[in-house]
């Protein structure tokens, strides 16, 4: 199949089938990645904009690698549980089904970039940009890993029929509680994407604690306003 951003929605089947029977899998992991890197930076610029063009570019930056990295820490876990408890699914094949959901998340979020940029225009605060980003990076963080979960199924069926096995449903769940832990350490760890006006523009996160903390201490300032 040829991926475009509307297939790897539509025709999720036909991707499976390719990635089952190694059908340009190299090529097709690069342009899933591709377009979640640029649907990702896309995002992250309007998230970086309510401070600063620079810091508009930083967190363009950093959607991309937020995702990316994630996935490099949490791919082998998988892949390689999944080998203990029985499969004989390829690696190539597991970073296939990774990067299709990784990619639709990206995608996903970008369509929610004039969102993002209408409240920005409303001249909301710093408490309601970041609550409504980490609200928006939820609905499209779990729509990307329900459809990981739809994707593995579907490798299951197929590798059946040719007497092979993928990886089991009770180690999918288990690494999906995994891949989100990560994702929201390091989503606190490359913080901060959206700023508080006046900061100094900054690259990564300097402060101590974990992303639950941090959200909480954000939720109720914004709820003494």
Request: aromatic share 12%.
């Amino acid at each position: 199949m040829r991926i475009t951003l509307e297939s790897v929605f539509s025709q999720s089947a036909a991707l499976c089938e390719d990635l089952v029977n190694q059908v340009q899998t190299g090529r097709k992991l690069s342009t899933l990645v591709g377009y979640a890197v640029l649907s990702g930076a896309f995002y992250g610029a309007t998230m970086g904009l309510s401070h600063s063009a620079l810091q508009a570019g930083a967190s363009a930056i950093k959607v991309p690698m937020l995702f990316l990295l994630t996935l490099a820490i949490c791919l082998p876990s998988l892949h390689f549980l999944g080998l203990l408890f029985g499969a004989t699914i390829r690696f190539q094949q597991t970073a296939g089904v990774l990067s299709a959901g990784l990619c639709r998340t990206s995608i996903l979020l970008s369509a929610f970039a004039p969102i993002s940029l209408f409240f920005l225009m409303s001249g909301s605060d710093y408490p309601f940009l970041l609550l409504m980003h980490v609200g928006v990076f939820t609905v499209c963080g779990a729509g990307g890993l329900v459809t990981i979960f739809q994707d593995f199924s579907q490798v299951r069926l197929q590798m059946a029929q040719a007497e092979q096995r993928s990886i089991p449903r009770s180690v999918l769940y288990a690494w999906m509680l995994l891949y989100m832990f990560v994702g929201t350490q390091m989503a606190f760890n490359l913080a901060p994407f959206v700023n508080r006006p006046g900061d100094a523009v900054a690259l990564f996160n300097q402060g101590q604690g974990n992303f639950y903390s941090y959200l909480w201490d954000v939720i109720a300032e914004w709820m003494q306003r």
